[in-house]
């Protein structure tokens, strides 16, 4: 596959709800939709960093210098044979996993186009639609957190994650179980506690959640072991597992029992795929995260959770949720918590081209010469 050219369109899209987390409020994402050209085919990503370096260190404004003047210019013109060999020539280049996934989750749309086949076959994938759950961000009150999560059980999701931070955490979280006693439920605190906090954490372990993602720092495993000592809680890693080297040493030093994979953090598909099979060899589950991508990127996440240790309800609920008007053609939706996998060829899924060029604030189009 020789790829003749390469697209990058920055756009903003309005959320449909304020999402507030630990590390702040978004009511937008802020998303680079890139295009592969190759042999009459085209292959699609979109970015996933915060607009600030707020959750990881990667910024939109970072992705769009490193794609434009260093990334996509090496793999240009080049043949590239698979996503390995894809790999072979941005390797060298350390970290900004999620600026160098754009590039090779672009590659797979692209290569999978070119076999004739969906992404999750490629993969070998085991499942046609996976489970699903929702992510809720920090309410105004009890009563409204109490309220979005009967919502979100009657319309089937299987597993309601609360965001959480010191000063709103076990007592909302007492509520919620007290109002759904049978209900799956998890919290993520995106690393706002410390050692400091483990008798919060020890008081959540009568409100039975699933686990705890992510409490301490984002480059934390080892007090995150101290912690999964002390409570009978699992731990779930989120920010701190950016590599399968880091899902290997963390596992290894019992710093959690579940990973929550985004393909995205860990640099993309064939990443991805790694930490499922390390995962696989401790016997423990994963489940698909969520950046709360639009489309493209809803899609690429929908593919990979086909992977058989993808049993627990990931976070990729119906694109509708999200967003008055996605910017892909297809109807990305949940029903009875259940989502389907696109089935056409690559990632299956169609940008709504005018649409996009409406939004962009920027755009940049490479050509090999
Ligand atoms: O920590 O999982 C997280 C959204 C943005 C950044 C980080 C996280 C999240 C979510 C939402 O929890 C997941 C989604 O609905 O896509
Ligand atoms: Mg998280």
């Keep these: 596959m020789r790829i003749e050219a390469a697209e990058m369109k920055l756009i903003t899209l309005p959320l449909r709800f304020r999402f507030e987390t630990s590390f702040g409020v978004q009511?937008?994402?802020?998303?680079?939709?890139?295009?592969?050209?190759?042999?009459?085919?085209?292959?699609?990503?979109?970015?996933?960093?915060?607009?600030?370096?707020?959750?990881?260190?990667?910024?939109?404004?970072?992705?769009?210098?490193?794609?434009e003047e260093l990334l996509i210019p090496q793999v240009l013109g080049k043949d590239i044979a698979n996503p390995e060999a894809l790999w072979a020539h941005i390797r060298n280049f350390r970290g900004n996993k999620m600026t160098k996934a754009a590039l090779e989750m672009a590659f797979w749309d692209l290569w999978c186009k070119s076999l004739g086949q969906p992404l999750w076959k490629v993969l070998g994938g085991v499942r046609e639609e996976i489970p699903v759950g929702i992510s809720l961000g920090i309410e105004p009150s009890i009563e409204a957190t109490v309220e979005k999560v009967g919502k979100g059980l009657e319309q089937g999701y299987k597993r309601i994650k609360l965001k959480?931070?010191?000063?709103?955490?076990?007592?909302?979280?007492?509520?919620?179980?007290?109002?759904?006693?049978?209900?799956?439920?998890?919290?993520?605190?995106?690393?706002?506690?410390?050692?400091?906090?483990?008798?919060?954490?020890?008081?959540?372990?009568?409100?039975?959640?699933?686990?705890?993602?992510?409490?301490?720092?984002?480059?934390?495993?080892?007090?995150?072991?101290?912690?999964q000592a002390a409570i009978s809680t699992s731990i779930c890693l989120d920010e701190s597992i950016t590599s399968p080297e880091d899902a290997r040493k963390a596992l290894e030093i019992g710093a959690g029992r579940v990973i929550n994979l985004k393909p995205a953090r860990v640099g993309g598909i064939l990443a991805s795929r790694k930490i499922h099979d390390i995962t696989e060899s401790y016997g423990l589950p994963v489940w698909m995260g969520g950046m709360l991508e639009?489309?493209?990127?809803?899609?690429?996440?929908?593919?990979?959770?086909?992977?058989?240790?993808?049993?627990?309800?990931?976070?990729?609920?119906?694109?509708?949720?999200?967003?008055?008007?996605?910017?892909?053609?297809?109807?990305?939706?949940?029903?009875?918590?259940?989502?389907?996998?696109?089935?056409?060829?690559?990632?299956?899924?169609?940008?709504?081209?005018?649409?996009?060029?409406?939004?962009?604030?920027?755009?940049?189009?490479?050509?090999?010469?």
């Design 164 to 227: 959480i931070k010191p000063g709103w955490d076990v007592k909302m979280l007492m509520a919620v179980r007290e109002a759904y006693p049978d209900a799956n439920l998890t919290v993520d605190a995106n690393s706002a506690y410390t050692l400091n906090h483990v008798a919060t954490f020890k008081a959540m372990d009568a409100a039975g959640l699933d686990y705890i993602e992510q409490p301490l720092a984002f480059d934390d495993i080892l007090d995150h072991a101290k912690l």
């Design 27 to 67: 009511t937008e994402r802020h998303i680079i939709v890139l295009t592969l050209y190759g042999e009459g085919l085209e292959g699609y990503a979109e970015t996933v960093m915060e607009h600030t370096p707020h959750y990881r260190e990667e910024t939109i404004a970072g992705a769009w210098a490193l794609l």
């Design 294 to 369: 639009a489309g493209i990127g809803r899609a690429a996440n929908i593919h990979v959770a086909t992977l058989p240790m993808f049993v627990k309800p990931g976070d990729t609920s119906s694109a509708s949720r999200y967003w008055e008007e996605d910017i892909i053609e297809e109807a990305l939706e949940a029903s009875g918590g259940m989502m389907a996998v696109p089935q056409a060829p690559g990632l299956g899924v169609t940008p709504k081209r005018e649409f996009i060029d409406r939004l962009a604030l920027k755009s940049a189009y490479v050509a090999s010469s």
